[in-house]
């Protein structure tokens, strides 16, 4: 199948956002298509090998991430089509997490006082369920012996439980708090933050991510979900 072509989208008014928007919505189909087809490519090839009893941990491996980039360009389309708008990608404060894990990772890490923030692992469009960024965690101890042999404790932390999401700017608009539930309700995105962060005052924007991890570089597209403006505040 031909590669689709990129494109570079510019709009200056509203008129040309909206053909814009037509625009991206029609080349993350073809994105789709052009991925769908490498992934059934390699999915066939990887039934061959295994047939004849070739090695298949390669073809495996490329098989599992072509279908990874259908599935993220799967949520591109959705994002665009329910008339999210991308933005470029910024510093966010991220407050929910969609996941499909029933716990956070259990690792536990030396200290009192740790960050056990929640990662999305990035599930298909529709699945999964949001979570508060910040799990339930809990201090423990441990006795070891030092350098002289003497006992002592050790504290540690770990993540026990997920929490429900807390949207972190209590006296914003109910329209703000609508548009989000809304966004949430459509599994679209993998996380969903807020800008600015949550330490200031005002309502916020609210963005939501798609991303794909490749390797060790994370691709992230950004769409603004609702934005509030209230003149009052210009001086």
């Known amino acids: 199948m031909q590669k689709t072509e990129d494109m570079v989208v510019i709009a200056r008014n509203p008129g040309e956002m909206q053909i814009a928007q037509e625009q991206l919505v029609d080349w993350a189909a073809k994105k789709i298509e052009e991925k769908k087809a490498q992934y ?3 999915k066939e090839n990887h039934f061959i090998a295994a047939e004849n009893g070739w090695k298949t941990s390669a073809l495996k491996r490329n098989e599992a991430n072509s279908k990874k980039e259908m599935e993220f360009y799967e949520k591109v389309h959705a994002a665009l089509e329910a008339g999210y708008c991308i933005i ?3 510093d966010l404060d991220v407050f929910a997490v969609r996941t499909t894990r029933f716990k956070p990772p259990g690792k536990a890490i030396p200290g009192r ?3 056990h923030t929640v990662e999305t692992n990035r599930p298909v469009l529709g699945d999964g369920k949001y979570v508060d960024s910040d799990p339930e965690v809990r201090l423990g101890t441990n006795q070891v012996k030092n350098s ?3 006992m002592i404790s050790k504290h540690f932390t770990f993540a026990t439980e997920f929490q429900g999401v807390d949207f972190p700017f209590k006296m914003a ?3 703000i708090l609508d548009a989000t539930a809304k966004a949430m309700a459509r599994k ?3 996380d969903i933050g807020v800008l600015p ?3 200031r005052r005002g309502d916020p924007m609210v963005v939501g991510r798609i991303t794909h991890k490749k390797g060790y570089t994370n691709h992230t597209i950004s769409f603004l979900i609702t934005w509030f403006v209230d003149t009052k505040d210009f001086i």
């Open 40 to 42: 059934l490519e390699l």
């Open 88 to 90: 470029p990608n910024m």
């Open 113 to 115: 006082w740790n960050n």
């Open 148 to 150: 002289e042999g003497q």
């Open 173 to 175: 608009k109910p329209q």
């Open 188 to 190: 679209i995105f993998d």
């Open 197 to 199: 962060e949550r330490t």
